[in-house]
């Protein structure tokens, strides 16, 4: 039908077929599907007077859409049906092929982008507990260092600052705290002096009970000695807002 085209018979409808295909080729060579296919258009598609080249077109229409469906692309390409459908099957599988890795490929992107979502939380809430901490241990010192200007007796005063004892819960947590888990540096360093004024403000609230009855107790009461606690927690208090910061501009990137 490519090669001859759509032609009139000279018949009406009911003498026989209005139109034929040309033979181009052997008739031995005809594939009888084919011709099967050129009756039924035959019939469907009768030539009459007046309409002749409107229906051509819709025979060779017809013939087209047919023979797109039964070869592998536009143009026929020389296959059997087997091999085309052979063809079809391996293409396909091709296909399935490159949407499975393409799948694979988004899950992996999920599970990356989740894990990489956890860990910033993870370090955004150490991050939070560093500063709390940090916070309570302000706190607590402001408290202990009042008891030691308060209008009082002596007794009252030494007793009030010494009983917990001093800064323990605090201390306690920051121990918690797994350094050897954090997710960076940034964050293990706030942990590491979270501990190190923890530590710091016990020492001296040690030695200032041990001390208190003696000359020497009595200089550190009067220079507030845990001044210097209270300015490190301000300073790790202002890091670890600069920290967080820097996770929530990590996290909407």
Known sequence: M???GVVGTGLSGDDGPSWTVPV?????THRADIARIIRT?????????GGQRYSCSQAMEAGMAYEIGQTCMLVSMGLTRGECASWVQAWGAVVALAVAGAIAVGQIRATRTHAATVERNK???LIEVIGHLARLLELEIESRSSLLKAQIDEHSRRTGFSSGPPFADVYDAAKAIPIHELPDVEVVRLAFDLRRLTALAIS???RLV???DTTAGVFLRARAPLSDVLMGLQELRERCTVAASHADQHAQH
């Open 2 to 4: 490519h090669r001859g």
């Open 24 to 28: 181009v080729s052997d008739r031995d």
């Open 41 to 49: 258009l035959q019939a469907q598609f009768d030539l009459d007077e």
């Open 123 to 125: 370090r955004r809430a």
């Open 204 to 206: 001296k609230a040690q």
């Open 210 to 212: 041990a001390e208190w």
